[in-house]
């Protein structure tokens, strides 16, 4: 299984970008995925997932500023974010969890600053 994550970069405080996920090696649509990040310091956390049949769940601090989507036709997976904060800013790695396993891919770099 490989995961890409990309679409990362610098955003001002309120502005948006849109993260990808590309994955090969395996039936995509059958698995749940999902997002978590890293912030420098810091624990990582779980932001978004989204089940084979499209449920949704989100960590408190991003719900109604995020939105996670998926595309099975094209194995990629989305990330929207938008009225973004300056804690927002971690590395964002793009996952699919498979049975007990939890795959993962290259992160992208996101940083909300002025």
């Known amino acids: 299984v490989q995961l890409q994550a990309f679409g990362g970069g610098l955003v001002q405080p309120g502005g948006s970008l849109r993260l990808s996920c590309a994955a090969s090696?395996?039936?995509?649509?059958?698995?749940?995925m999902g997002w978590y990040r890293q912030a420098p310091g810091k624990q990582r956390e779980l932001v978004a997932l989204?089940?084979?049949?499209?449920?949704?769940n989100y960590l408190t601090s991003v719900k109604g500023r995020f939105t996670i989507s998926r595309d099975n036709a094209k194995n990629a997976m989305y990330l929207q974010m938008d009225s973004l904060k300056p804690e927002d800013t971690a590395a964002y790695y793009c996952?699919?969890?498979?049975?007990?396993?939890?795959?993962w891919g290259q992160g992208t770099l996101v940083t909300v600053s002025s």
């Open positions: 989204i089940t084979n049949g499209g449920n949704t």
């Open positions: 090696g395996t039936i995509f649509s059958l698995y749940t």
């Open positions: 996952n699919i969890f498979i049975g007990n396993t939890i795959y």
